[in-house]
Structures are given as structure tokens and as C-alpha cells.
């Protein structure tokens, strides 16, 4: 790619006219799971406007629309928070006292103080939001100054974003496979090693929209654009992918797992898999094809609402692809089966032999290793005894024991409704989460045991409906463009530097420094969060430090393909897999030690129309939902005028053969309903979803109308997680059905719109 070396320098800082130009990393909300490379310019102390940096070699230049919007109306914007507030009412009256930063932390040190007194550390617990700059930052903020072992997300049940597939991931390769689109390599598509897939199996993930997971989208369009890529797309929607794919199957919500077991009975019965590959580097490959057997195209087809010869067809694409490689999104997590399913992914790609290899999968880990995960402090930094007192780790021990051991939402939750067995919890301190708007499933219940903690801290951007609702403190947060942080999520591993400053706003990590100082100074010997960075990467051994990363922005440390034949994988340097047996395990010895089945097996959702046949009679339609949009990340964005003038309303996607028969035209407002609650949102009336399945928005509140309660911007009025059920999760505490429920549909009125959700949840505490 030809660059204007003279417009776009590879410099760290530079003067252009009236404009200090920085080259920086943009990964703070609001924002996405992605750290796209942009160049700040900045004028008198103020950022004027931004563009992608084409020599940024992950994004090459590109920036969204969110991104290239959030100068006026995120930066700059005059509603964000900028001094820490005291509540100075009653929770959700929405009154605050402006206090200075010696003050909120005089605050938590006096209650987190009092608590280790009468309760214990264990009685604290934290939550974040999605993996961005806070994915590090809050656990050692919980293990370190804190001194709890109760870090969680978000009351995220199941934990269903990512984890899901990363202990699948982990039980059967000792590490997570990503779609090889050069992105390891700072030479991407131009090294001499690389070579473009030949096929892309793209399984419930809109990637271009989403660029989920430290995934940019585009990569994909790339590959078919330069390389001649083919597509099979697994999506009960037509998105833009799976409407150019070879193969589009268009599968029942939840069922993806029949569909994944008969593929690989197909590949496996016409003997389409490599036979070198799989008697050399896997183990348990007999377990698998007894498993599947009973998984043909024909029942599988019947199970997903298919076209058996489509099954076929993509198994038979995929597995004679020279170079295949698999893809995944978020929809895989949201069922109770999705660590199971996930172990069907591992087998499609490891039986093909696509593991590791260029254009294939390849199984990503950061640059010199250096840790930056929800570990971050757990084992520095808590013994033995208070790492056991973390909760719903007995109960679920994948928890405990897998790559990211972190408390179980869920079961948090309940702990909180129990008051207090085996602890009571005593405070919360949430960052970068809005629970009741986006994470917490059922969110009547989240909000009603939210309100039952004597003490929130909440730091965010915004005012948030959590903040009015539940929070006693809140303390104001920064962008990226005002803080010192490290960003790794896989590769590179890049430097996010300050330029530029919004009133009293202060950095998670500067936040970690300062109260970690005050309560645990033993374990906080850094003063500045550029300290705290530093000893980020050198407590890996990374081999450079804070300001030499800054100074390059990002840094890649690529080793190459097949590192499984020369040790590369293990910390042994013997090759094979980072797993017991040293190989891919088809047959998990991890679940299986654990307690759980080891190999794959097909799950119907908990409510369907095959395992809750009455229920469907009364709920005819299956509802999936957080379909995803180029305007919003998740409850984010809906403050911005922009944002909100492509995208005024909440929609829900409906087939046009279901709307005729139920009375509904589109742009109509419906109410969306099952046996634990209703919400209302716009119907989208298009034949881009499948019939009989309705797919939902999630993460609405309405910043324009008032925020007290009991209307808190409107937050549960529009809310699908007033549909969705929390605890009900998967045999390892992983997987919960976000997407895989049932409702009805009807049209919003007068007479059956006098009350609305939000009042009958804020004052009653009921869900209709």
C-alpha cells in the first residue's frame, strides 16, 4: 500500500500548520473491541479532529463511523462526566454533590476499611464491561488494593462473550485459533510467508459490523477482494457476508451445534479430513466420530430448519479448501451448549489440518507473552485462602482453573438475593459496565439486587442509567487520547499515550495507582499510571519498556507458522500443544477432569419449539438477540446526535410473512413478550431474517428523557434482557441462551401501552 511518507510519518509526534499531530491508539469507550491506529490532531490542548493512520499496520487507515465521530460528540462533548459526584439523594433521584478526588477516595478507603473490618475483603466485588482498556486494569485494581478475589462481568451470565469459546479453545489446543489475515505480521499481506485463505467458514459473527474480538471485519473483505476468498456464512440473518457467501445457511437460533456435529460427519464419512495431521497432533479423534455419528446431514437439517444438501455442501467446501479457515462470533457463546459447540469448531478446523497455518488458523497469543487478561494480579497478589473464597468457583471450577479465572456473574448475583451466604456483599465498584442496560440478563432482577448493595462506586464516561439508578460515588473517567495505557489483545501490543485532558477526569489506571496507594501501598510501589504500565509489560519480560512502546505505538512479535512441529507452542519447547497430552484433545482431559463431558454433544435450548412444545404454542416465535449496528457498541452511542440520526429507534427484525400474519407493517411499534417480560421496539419489517425468527436490539436507553427514576432514560421501556433469563447457564457455568428463546409479537396501543415497563420495574420491582 503506496503512503504519502511526508503526509503520514511514522514519527511519534509531529507540528503540521497550527496542529500537533499525534499517532495514537483509540480503544477507550465509547468505541469498539478493536485498537485502530488514528492520528489526533490536536490544537491549543484540544482535540481538533482525527483520521485513520495508514501505517498503522492492523487498520491500515481505516476508521469507522463511531470513531470518526467522536471528536464533537464524545471528546468534547459538554454532558460527559468531568469531577467525581456524591449522591446526594436517594438512589435514582438523580442528585449530586461535586466533590474533589481526595474526597471520593477518602470515601472508598473509609468503606472498603470498615468492611475488611467486619466482613472481609471477599465481601467487595468488581465488575467491567466489554474486554477493552479496563480488561486488566479492574482485576488488579480488585487483587491488589482491594485485596477480594471477586472480579466478574458485569453480571454477564454465563459469561457469554468470548470466554465460552476460549475455554473450548484452551481444553482442546492450549490457546484460541483466529482467521490468519496477516494481522500478526506488521508486513500483513505483503510477507513472503502469508498466503490468503482459501476458504472462510463465518459462524454467527456480522464481522464487518461487529469487528469483535480483536478482529477488524475488513480483513475478511480483504481476503475475498485480493485473494479470491469463497465464504460459507452460518447466520439466521442475511448480512452483507453471508449474502455474497458460496454457502449461506440460515440456521435456527441455537441449534448451531447439530449443524457443526454433521459436518463433521460428513467430512469424517467421506474420508475428507487429513489423516497425517490427525494420527500425529490429535488425541481422542475415535471419541469424536462416535459422538457425531448419529449427527447426519438429514437430522441436523431438521433439528436447524435446513436443506440437508446445504450441510453438505459447505462441510465438503470447507474441508477441501487448500487453505480453510473459521471464524466466530459472539452468537456461539450466548446458548448453554457453547463450550460444547465450540469443541465442534475446534475439531472442523484441527481434522483439516488448518491449524496454524498460513491462511488458516492460527493460534494467537500476545507479543512476548506479557499478560494483559483478567489474571492480572490474581496470583501476585491474593493467597491461596482468599483465592478460594471467590465465588462460584467450587461450584463451576473451570473458573477456577481455566485461562481466565475470574467470579461467576451468575452466582454473584444469587449471593446477593441470598444476603450474604457464605458473605454478604457489601460494596460493588463497576467500571465501564451498565448492567441493567446491556450485560445483566433479566435485567429486573439485576437492577432489584443491585440496589441491594450498601455501596457503589461506579466510573464511567457518562451518567449512565446504572450510575442513576444504584451508584453512591461516581468518579469520572478518561478517553483515549487523555490517558497512559498498554493495549493487547493478541497482536500488537501498542501504547496508548496521553495528549490531551478533560477536566478533573483521571485513567482507570491512575485511578488503580491512587487507591491502591492508599490501601495496599505494600503492593504499589508505582506512582503514575505510566509506572504502573511499565511494570505491566516488564513483569513478562517483555523486552522493552513503557516509553520505548510509546514511541513505536505498536510492536509486533511474529513467530512464524507450525510452531507446534519446534516447541514454539510450549513453555517446555517440546512440540506439540499447550495442553496435558501435548496434543489437540479431541477428547477434552481437562473437562474430563473436571467433571464435564469431554467431548462434543448436541444440546436443544432450554425453550424451544422441540424441548418447551407448549410453551411455543404460546410464544410462537424464536427470538435471538444484540444484533449488532455500524452506530452503537452495545449501550454506547445513544447520547451521540449522529448516532442517533441514522439510527433514531430500537428495531426488531421480522420476516414479512410473520408481520401480514400478525397484523404489523413496518416502522411499526410492537411489543415484544414472553413469560418473564415485554419490551417495545420498532418493527423491521425484512425478508433478511428467517421466518419464524425475530432478532432483537439490545443495549437502549434514551439519554433525552429524564433520567430519575422510575424512568431512568427510558432503560427498561426498549430493554430485550426484560426477555432474557440469568442462571440459567451451560454444566460449566459457561453459556447462557441470549439467543435462543421464545416470544410473541403484537402491536403496540393505547390501551396496552398505559404502562410501561420501566415504571412497573422501578416501582414494583416486577417485570411486566
Not at 513472503?192 to 463465518?202: A, H, Q
Request: glycine share 8%; net charge negative; with cysteine.
Amino acid at each position: 500500500m503506496a503512503i504519502n511518507k511526508d503526509l503520514y510519518r511514522l514519527d511519534k509526534h509531529w507540528k503540521e500548520g497550527e496542529f500537533d499531530v499525534y499517532r495514537n491508539i483509540q480503544w477507550t469507550g465509547p468505541g469498539c473491541h478493536d485498537g485502530c491506529g488514528a492520528l489526533f490532531y490536536v490544537k491549543d490542548g484540544k482535540l481538533d479532529h482525527i483520521e485513520g493512520d495508514p501505517n498503522d499496520a492492523f487498520n491500515r487507515g481505516r476508521l469507522c463511523m463511531r470513531c470518526l465521530n467522536m471528536v464533537d460528540e464524545a471528546v468534547n462533548n459538554p454532558t460527559r462526566l468531568s469531577q467525581p459526584l456524591k449522591r446526594a439523594g436517594k438512589r435514582g433521584e438523580n442528585k449530586w454533590e461535586k466533590i474533589t478526588w481526595d474526597q471520593a477516595y477518602d470515601i472508598i478507603e473509609e468503606n472498603v476499611r470498615k468492611i475488611w473490618k467486619e466482613n472481609g475483603p471477599e465481601s467487595i466485588i468488581a465488575l467491567e464491561g466489554t474486554g477493552r482498556d479496563v480488561i486488566w486494569q479492574v482485576p488488579l485494581l480488585e487483587y491488589a488494593a482491594f485485596k477480594s478475589p471477586n472480579f466478574g462481568c458485569g453480571f454477564l451470565s454465563g459469561d457469554s462473550c468470548y470466554l465460552p469459546r476460549c475455554i473450548a479453545a484452551v481444553a482442546t489446543y492450549g490457546g484460541v485459533p483466529v482467521v490468519d489475515c496477516g494481522q500478526y505480521d506488521d508486513r500483513r499481506y505483503d510477507s513472503p510467508n502469508y498466503r490468503y485463505p482459501e476458504v472462510i467458514l463465518v459462524w454467527g459473527c456480522n464481522a464487518i459490523v461487529s469487528n469483535a474480538d480483536g478482529f477488524l471485519g475488513h480483513w475478511i473483505v480483504d481476503c475475498m477482494k485480493d485473494g479470491g476468498t469463497k465464504l460459507i456464512v452460518v447466520d439466521p440473518r442475511l448480512t452483507w457476508l453471508a449474502s455474497r457467501a458460496d454457502v449461506w445457511l440460515q440456521v435456527r437460533p441455537g441449534t448451531d451445534n447439530a449443524v457443526a456435529m454433521a459436518m463433521l460427519n460428513t467430512i469424517i464419512k467421506e474420508d475428507l479430513y487429513d489423516h497425517e495431521f490427525v494420527e500425529k497432533w490429535t488425541y481422542g479423534f475415535d471419541e469424536l466420530t462416535e459422538a457425531i455419528t448419529e449427527y447426519t446431514p438429514e437430522k441436523a437439517a431438521e433439528i436447524a430448519w435446513l436443506d440437508k444438501n446445504d450441510i453438505i455442501k459447505a462441510a465438503r467446501l470447507f474441508a477441501k479448501g487448500k487453505r480453510s479457515a473459521f471464524h466466530w462470533g459472539l452468537a456461539t457463546d450466548m446458548t448453554p451448549n457453547g463450550v460444547c459447540q465450540a469443541q465442534s469448531f475446534m475439531a472442523l478446523i484441527a481434522i483439516c489440518g488448518n491449524l496454524d497455518a498460513p491462511g488458516g488458523n492460527y493460534l494467537a497469543t500476545g507479543p512476548y507473552g506479557v499478560n494483559t487478561m483478567y489474571s492480572v494480579g490474581f496470583y501476585e497478589f491474593l493467597d491461596e485462602e482468599m483465592r478460594a473464597k471467590q465465588i462460584g468457583t467450587e461450584k463451576y471450577p473451570l473458573h477456577k482453573y481455566g485461562p481466565t479465572p475470574c467470579a461467576v456473574g451468575d452466582e454473584i448475583l444469587k449471593q446477593i438475593e441470598d444476603g450474604g451466604d457464605p458473605y454478604p456483599i457489601k460494596m460493588m465498584y463497576l467500571a465501564g459496565t451498565n448492567p441493567i442496560a446491556n450485560m445483566g440478563a433479566d435485567a429486573a432482577r439485576v437492577y432489584k439486587a443491585m440496589m441491594q448493595v450498601p455501596f457503589t462506586v461506579v466510573a464511567d464516561l457518562w451518567m449512565t442509567p446504572t450510575a442513576v439508578a444504584c451508584a453512591d460515588l461516581v468518579l469520572p473517567v478518561t478517553m483515549s487520547c487523555e490517558r497512559n495505557s498498554v493495549r493487547e489483545w493478541w497482536s500488537p501490543v501498542r501504547a496508548i499515550t496521553k495528549m490531551t485532558e478533560y477536566g478533573e477526569c483521571k485513567s482507570d489506571e491512575q485511578i488503580c495507582v491512587d487507591l491502591g496507594r492508599r490501601l495496599n501501598p505494600e503492593n504499589f510501589p508505582w506512582k503514575t499510571d505510566v509506572e504502573l504500565c511499565d511494570w505491566l509489560l516488564k513483569k513478562d519480560n517483555a523486552p522493552l519498556g513503557f516509553e520505548e512502546l510509546a514511541e513505536k505505538v505498536a510492536v509486533y512479535d511474529f513467530k512464524g507458522y507450525y510452531r507446534y512441529k519446534d516447541g514454539k507452542l510450549r513453555p517446555d519447547g517440546e512440540p506439540g500443544f499447550n495442553t496435558a497430552s501435548g496434543l489437540i484433545e479431541l477428547y477434552s482431559t481437562m473437562l474430563d477432569g473436571l467433571g464435564n463431558r469431554p467431548v462434543t454433544y448436541y444440546e436443544e435450548p432450554p425453550e424451544s419449539p422441540v424441548s418447551t412444545p407448549d410453551l411455543y404454542k404460546e410464544y410462537p416465535l424464536v427470538l435471538t438477540t444484540g444484533k449488532r449496528s455500524w452506530e452503537f457498541f452495545h449501550s454506547e452511542h445513544r447520547n451521540m446526535p449522529t448516532m442517533r440520526e441514522f439510527h433514531p429507534n430500537p428495531l426488531v427484525d421480522i420476516h414479512p410473512d410473520d408481520a401480514e400474519q400478525l397484523g404489523i407493517e413496518n416502522g411499526d411499534w410492537v411489543w415484544i413478550e414472553n413469560q418473564r417480560g415485554r419490551c417495545r421496539q420498532v418493527a423491521n419489517v425484512t425478508v433478511t431474517t428467517k421466518k419464524g425468527v425475530v432478532n432483537a436490539e439490545h443495549g437502549w436507553s434514551f439519554p433525552e428523557q429524564e433520567a430519575a427514576a422510575p424512568h431512568l432514560m427510558g432503560v427498561f421501556d426498549s430493554n430485550i434482557n426484560n426477555l432474557t433469563s440469568q442462571c440459567v447457564v451451560g454444566e460449566t457455568g459457561y453459556g447462557a441462551p441470549y439467543k435462543c428463546l421464545l416470544c410473541k409479537i403484537y402491536k403496540c396501543t393505547e390501551e396496552n401501552s398505559k404502562v410501561l415497563p420501566g415504571e412497573a420495574i422501578a416501582v414494583k420491582g416486577v417485570s411486566k
